[in-house]
């Protein structure tokens, strides 16, 4: 038995190979448009770069629209719209739950194996629905008595879905999938010796960017494995960057491109969560942000503060992101069970917090 410095032993480990149990809800409808569409995000990077430039605090969102999605949505993680009328969710089936290890004398968290918690059980879920909400099929992507059950923050594209299955649990372990989006069928390409929560594909270089718990690291892998996968050995990635923001904890992300307005460098556009504070007094703070995937570092964010109808904060798990006659657009799920897609749109006559010339105007100054 070949055992791991996270104190794992691999033979324990099933993982992702098949699409092991399609539920198909409408038998002639397809899962996706053929041929595929190009993905939103990354087809309008500048336009979002853009638009996003000019959010602040006082940003005014309005609801386009709030789509009640069909059947039990267990807790939505990531999302992608392909095309206009197809939408992808990835969610984890918990079947019985984590259970913290507890505290020592000292009020310490007690480790076991590298973390902090047992395994629970579950299922991985990518689910089709199309644009009003009806669901279309339900792919369970991970093994029964699998350890790897959480289906993290996804990509798309153009052509595949990128995910990661990981144990429900840091420090622990996770399996990068590329999926075929009109069969739901994954292959996998990566053991990787933490959990893995979320992933994006950077398309001009070939990278592909995977994100831990609380999105406090991010790992770089090629996305063509040498010598193809195995169940065997975990794959080293390339390189690790620690995230200097701790702003929010990323939940989602989406490949933007190389936008302009960024020098051309890699971005992604995360959405996320994070919980300021303890008890009583604690607050639940949403937000998003433009990040460069090389350095994990913001190069813009902006605090949300909208929640859902159900109470959660709306930035909660799933997003995605378009510009729609020059708008920003952002879509989010944050509910779980009975999820509901909300749709916003930035009001680019919103006031713009404090303004001014930061000094330079008024004696000839310019403002960059």
Same mark, same amino acid.
């Given at each position: ?40 995000? #990354?087809?309008?990077?500048? $336009?979002?770069?853009?638009? =996003?430039?000019?959010? /602040?605090?006082?940003? &005014?969102?309005?609801? *386009? ?53 047992? #395994?629970?059980?579950?299922? $991985?879920?990518?689910?089709? =629905?199309?644009?009003? /909400?009806?669901?279309? &099929?339900?792919?369970? *992507? ?127 556009i995360c959405s996320g969560v994070a919980t300021i504070g303890s008890g009583n007094s604690s607050y639940n703070l949403g937000g998003i942000a433009l990040v460069d995937t090389e350095t994990m570092a913001p190069v813009a964010e902006v605090p949300i503060a909208l929640s859902s109808g159900l109470g959660q904060r709306i930035t909660q798990n799933p ?50």
């Open positions: 038995m070949f055992w791991f410095g996270v104190g794992f032993a691999l033979a324990s480990l099933p993982t992702v190979i098949s699409a092991l149990n399609i539920t198909v809800l409408q038998p002639n409808v397809s899962f996706v448009p053929t041929p595929l569409p190009a993905p939103f995000a #990354a087809s309008n990077a500048d $336009a979002i770069a853009s638009a =996003f430039s000019n959010l /602040g605090r006082t940003t &005014a969102w309005n609801l *386009i629209r709030a789509i009640p999605l069909q059947g039990d949505l267990w807790e939505p993680e990531g999302m992608v719209r392909i095309g206009a009328d197809r939408i992808v969710v990835s969610a984890g089936e918990y079947t019985s739950a984590t259970v913290s290890y507890g505290k020592d004398a000292n009020g310490t968290s007690v480790i076991v194996n590298g973390t902090d918690r047992s #395994a629970g059980s579950g299922f $991985a879920h990518l689910v089709v =629905f199309d644009g009003n /909400g009806t669901r279309i &099929a339900d792919a369970t *992507i991970s093994e029964p008595g699998s350890e790897e059950y959480h289906n993290g923050g996804i990509d798309y594209d153009g052509e595949y879905i990128w995910a990661t299955i990981a144990q429900y649990r840091p420090n622990t372990t996770a399996t990068l999938v590329r999926v075929d989006p009109s069969t739901l069928e994954p292959t996998p390409l990566y053991r990787i010796a933490d959990h893995q929560g979320g992933v994006v594909h950077d398309t001009q270089t070939g990278k592909l960017y995977t994100l831990n718990w609380g999105s406090r690291n991010s790992s770089v892998f090629p996305s063509c494995p040498d010598g193809g996968f195995s169940n065997a050995t975990f794959t080293r990635p390339e390189k690790v960057r620690r995230n200097p923001s701790y702003f929010v904890d990323y939940q989602d992300c989406k490949f933007l491109g190389h936008p302009k307005l960024y020098d051309r460098r890699s971005t992604m997003m995605d992101v378009d510009v729609v006659d020059g708008r920003l657009r952002l879509y989010w799920l944050p509910d779980q069970h009975n999820s509901t897609l909300y749709i916003y749109e930035a009001q680019p006559d919103s006031p713009f917090e404090y303004g001014g010339t930061g000094g330079a105007g008024g004696a000839g100054g310019v403002v960059w």
